[in-house]
């Protein structure tokens, strides 16, 4: 870029006299060039001077042709400025004409273009600040009252109460350590993640980068069958008698009793009172029917099937019930020609025990289609625990409609104390495991090899493990776990997953106090309220044989094969050996399991017979055949 210097004019004498005005800095000489001597050139010349040229004497002199001032506002953009400001004067001629005046005038007129152009800069850059300002404060009233804050972020937040202030002040369990965590100092990290599952920051992209994972098993033709026939002929109002069960075990293996005695009633024609549950098992939970099921529901959806009364009637109660144990997977003709001649003599027969009575092969299809209507359409939980469930179920999976997994980790004391298993336990605890097993009088295996059955399969996951699993699977560190699962036993035994996943979550960190308050103290209800929302995932990991596992993987079968992951244990836990020594790389273990399990996603397969009823797949965990029918291909 070039400007137009003062001109030089030559005096009488000769000499030349320059305008000192026109020089690089502000120190002017005010006056007209006055005329010395009697001559004088009527005439000028102009010299053109590159400004910020690379031929310029020196970068300092290159920086004084700018006048304006070289404190903190002075940026490149404002040389810049300055720089075009020259230019257009000389375009337009300004500078020749200015210099035809007096030099002080033409420097005090261009100093006043520049600090406007400072000026005007200066305010531009404060209200481009305001202005961002302003959009900052719009987006957080956005956020906080047109719907995408946490109050109204799930389906479900705003009926529950959920707001601002309580995922702030919620205080979760804490899964690494409860045993010592009681001091912990962590609440602000489950604060943060709290608003986060409110907010929805976590996993935005796990549908769009790894939607194989979260895929259903298909389903081929296969469909559910358990609607009474067309002919159904309506139950006679007579009875043989009234069979009083009591439902033992835990929630699922209760519900797996119930199903069976609801089928045992029908094959004897008698009716049957409304069941009463077990309240001496581990978890001692007084729970009774009417509060862990809707029994009116469950009265009214099998009128049509079997004759339910709600207590005894008066006529029988003062009957003493004959006391039977029904022997363990035995099939229709034991209950018509050994226990009903029983029922018949007596009128009034109680059963001590429930679970398993009916074999899972070998039965009429009627009666197999029976118990899935007991277990799938009657054996619906109670108002409380449904709504809670599916209020659990939209804050999991949050508005944008994000998928999450629910994991069964089956590591609580009890079970490992059971399994004689205590790998990677320390040898206090696995003494405390032992203790434990003496303890449980009906636990007929004492001494137990818990390495040798670990590498047969016979143990559940560990944490450790299980994290394995799911990375080999190809699940991102992002991936929302729901925690189907009571407290995992060991000192730091689920810091490995938790670090790998931190984003688990389980009934006591998605509710507030008041929500969870009824459910409180009572196991198998907060059993109940984890199948609801295990139920529907939509991935569904299991790491033992329990009946939970049992109970979900078969629901989820029979709701049309939703993605369920039974993990190879006995292959799993070998190679993460093979992994700990370095005999694979972990390229290699992530190619091995997930060849491990390409078939083990819950797809249609059908049920087999076994050698022994025990052994065999149960009933409940694989309804096909007897619930779920192959239609033909058109």
């Not at 790491?543 to 292959?571: C, E, L, W």
Request: aromatic share 10%.
């Amino acid at each position: 870029m070039t400007r137009r210097a003062h001109s030089f004019k030559r005096s009488a004498s000769g000499t030349p006299s320059k305008n000192a005005g026109g020089g690089g800095n502000n120190n002017t000489t005010t006056g007209s060039s006055s005329n010395s001597g009697g001559g004088t050139l009527s005439s000028h010349y102009e010299i053109d001077l590159v400004l910020n040229s690379p031929t310029s004497d020196s970068p300092t002199a290159a920086a004084n042709c700018s006048p304006v001032s070289a404190d903190g506002f002075d940026s490149l953009f404002e040389r810049k400025q300055t720089h075009h400001h020259f230019t257009t004067l000389n375009q337009r001629g300004v500078v020749r004409g200015l210099l035809k005046g007096p030099v002080g005038s033409t420097v005090n007129v261009v100093k006043l273009g520049l600090r406007e152009k400072k000026r005007l800069g200066q305010w531009m850059f404060f209200l481009f600040c305001g202005a961002c300002l302003m959009m900052g404060v719009f987006k957080i009233c956005a956020n906080g009252f047109f719907g995408t804050g946490p109050s109204d972020d799930l389906q479900g937040l705003s009926d529950s109460g959920i707001n601002d202030q309580y995922l702030m002040d919620q205080r979760p369990h804490d899964y690494v350590d409860k045993e010592e965590g009681k001091n912990r100092e962590g609440s602000n990290d489950i604060d943060r993640t709290l608003m986060m599952v409110a907010s929805g920051v976590v996993g935005n992209d796990i549908i769009a980068e790894y939607s194989d994972i979260w895929s259903k098993p298909d389903s081929k033709n296969f469909s559910q069958c358990i609607d009474l026939p067309k002919g159904h002929k309506k139950m006679d109002v007579s009875t043989n008698g009234y069979i009083l069960i009591n439902a033992n075990g835990g929630l699922n293996q209760m519900r797996f009793g119930i199903c069976d005695m609801v089928a045992v009633a029908k094959i004897m024609k008698a009716t049957l009172v409304v069941p009463s549950l077990d309240h001496t098992s581990y978890w001692a939970d007084e729970s009774g029917f009417k509060d862990l099921f809707d029994w009116k529901h469950f009265m009214e959806t099998l009128k049509e099937d079997i004759h339910i009364v709600e207590t005894l009637p008066s006529a029988f109660a003062e009957v003493e019930p004959f006391m039977k144990t029904p022997i363990s997977w035995s099939k229709v003709s034991y209950y018509k020609y050994e226990v009903l001649p029983l029922l018949k003599q007596y009128k009034v027969i109680y059963f001590t025990h429930s679970d398993s009575r009916l074999a899972n092969n070998g039965l009429p299809n009627s009666i197999q289609k029976l118990r899935c209507r007991v277990n799938y359409q009657a054996l619906k939980y109670s108002r409380s625990i449904e709504e809670l469930g599916r209020t659990l179920v939209s804050r999991m999976r949050r508005p944008d409609g994000s998928p999450y997994l629910a994991l069964h980790l089956r590591y609580e004391k009890d079970m490992l104390a059971f399994t004689g298993c205590s790998h990677n336990l320390t040898a206090e605890e696995d003494e405390q495991l032992r203790k434990m097993r003496y303890e449980v009088s009906h636990w007929k295996e004492k001494e137990i090899d818990g390495a040798e059955r670990r590498k047969l399969g016979g143990c559940p996951l560990t944490p450790r493990e299980t994290s394995l699993l799911l990375k080999g699977l190809g699940f991102p560190s992002s991936t929302r776990i729901y925690l189907v699962a009571g407290e995992a036993y060991g000192n730091g035994s689920m810091q490995y997953l938790s670090d790998d996943f931190p984003n688990i979550f389980s009934h006591s960190i998605l509710t507030r106090e008041r929500e969870l308050e009824p459910l409180k103290d009572h196991q198998n209800m907060l059993a109940g309220l984890d199948y609801v929302v295990a139920l529907h995932s939509d991935v569904f990991v299991y790491t033992y044989d329990g009946n939970m596992a049992k109970a979900v993987q078969g629901h989820r079968r029979f709701d049309g094969f939703k993605k369920t992951i039974s993990p190879d244990r006995m292959n799993l836990v070998k190679l993460v050996d093979d992994l700990d020594v370095g005999k694979i790389t972990w390229k290699k273990f992530s190619s091995k399991v997930k060849k491990l399990h390409k078939d083990r996603n819950g797809g249609p397969y059908y049920r087999e017979p076994g050698e022994f009823p025990k052994l065999e797949e149960s009933f409940y965990a694989n309804p096909l055949p007897g619930c779920i029918c192959e239609t033909a291909k058109k």
